[in-house]
T-cell receptor
Framework: DARVTQTPRHKVTEMGQEVTMRCQPILGHNTVFWYRQTMMQGLELLAYFRNRAPLDDSGMPKDRFSAEMPDATLATLKIQPSEPRDSAVYFC???????????????FGPGTRLTVL | GENVEQHPSTLSVQEGDSAVIKCTYS??????FPWYKQELGKRPQLIID?????GEKKDQRIAVTLNKTAKHFSLHITETQPEDSAVYFC?????????FGTGTSLTVIP
C-alpha cells in the first residue's frame, strides 16, 4: 500500500530559526502539492510541482518560504526565518493524471505539525 | 480562479440517519470533484470522487452527485455510523491544482 511520507512529523522551533520539511511522493506520481492547514484558513495551497518543475507557488510567502524538488523522490519546503504565524500543519500530497490523461488524483501525506515559539 | 463553497460548516445527525454536504464551484472548466475525510489529527483521505462526464457515483453508503449546469455537487452518507464523524472536504480541479471547500464537521450521535 504505497503512501506519501513526510518528515519530521512534529517540529517545535524558535522564531527566526530555519525549518525544513521533507516529502517523499508515491513512486510514479509526477505531481506534488504543498498545503498548509490551520483552523482559521483551512487547507491552503502553497505550491505545486509537475515533473519536478514548479507550476504555481503563488500561495507561498516568497520572502521566507521556498519549495524545491531536488529529485523525483524528494520534495522540500523551507521556511527561513520562521515566525509564530507559520505554526500549522503542513501537508504534502502527490498525484498523477488519471487514465484519461486529464484528471489528477492526489493522496496526502501524514503532515508535519510545526510550532514556532 | 476557482472558488469552492461548502455547506454546512457543522452537521450533527443521529446514528442511522443520512447526512448531506453540498458544494458549489465557479469555474466551468473544473472536471474532477473529489471528497476527502479527515479524522482528528490525521491526513485527509480520498473517500469518493466524480468526474464531469458522470452525474452520480455510489460506493456502499456513500454517494456523490454532480450537476454541471448548476455547478454544484453533493456528498450523501446513508445509515451514518459514529465512525463517520470527521471533517469532510470537497474539492474541484481543472486537471491542475485543487481548490478546496472550507470543510464540514460531521458528528454522528450514537
Amino acid at each position: 500500500d504505497a503512501r506519501v511520507t513526510q518528515t519530521p512529523r512534529h517540529k517545535v522551533t524558535e522564531m527566526g530559526q530555519e525549518v525544513t520539511m521533507r516529502c517523499q511522493p508515491i513512486l510514479g506520481h509526477n505531481t506534488v502539492f504543498w498545503y498548509r492547514q490551520t483552523m482559521m484558513q483551512g487547507l491552503e495551497l502553497l505550491a505545486y510541482f509537475r515533473n519536478r518543475a514548479p507550476l504555481d507557488d503563488s500561495g507561498m510567502p516568497k520572502d521566507r518560504f521556498s519549495a524545491e524538488m531536488p529529485d523525483a523522490t524528494l520534495a522540500t519546503l523551507k521556511i527561513q526565518p520562521s515566525e509564530p504565524r507559520d505554526s500549522a500543519v503542513y501537508f504534502c500530497a502527490s498525484g498523477r493524471p488519471g487514465t484519461s490523461g486529464v484528471y489528477n488524483e492526489q493522496f496526502f501525506g501524514p503532515g508535519t505539525r510545526l510550532t514556532v515559539l | 480562479g476557482e472558488n469552492v463553497e461548502q455547506h454546512p460548516s457543522t452537521l450533527s445527525v443521529q446514528e442511522g440517519d443520512s447526512a448531506v454536504i453540498k458544494c458549489t464551484y465557479s469555474d466551468s472548466a473544473s472536471n474532477y470533484f473529489p471528497w476527502y475525510k479527515q479524522e482528528l489529527g490525521k491526513r485527509p483521505q480520498l473517500i469518493i470522487d466524480i468526474r464531469s462526464n458522470v452525474g452520480e457515483k455510489k460506493d456502499q453508503r456513500i454517494a456523490v452527485t454532480l450537476n454541471k449546469t448548476a455547478k454544484h455537487f453533493s456528498l450523501h452518507i446513508t445509515e451514518t455510523q459514529p465512525e463517520d464523524s470527521a471533517v469532510y472536504f470537497c474539492a474541484a480541479s481543472t486537471g491542475n491544482q485543487f481548490y478546496f471547500g472550507t470543510g464540514t464537521s460531521l458528528t454522528v450521535i450514537p
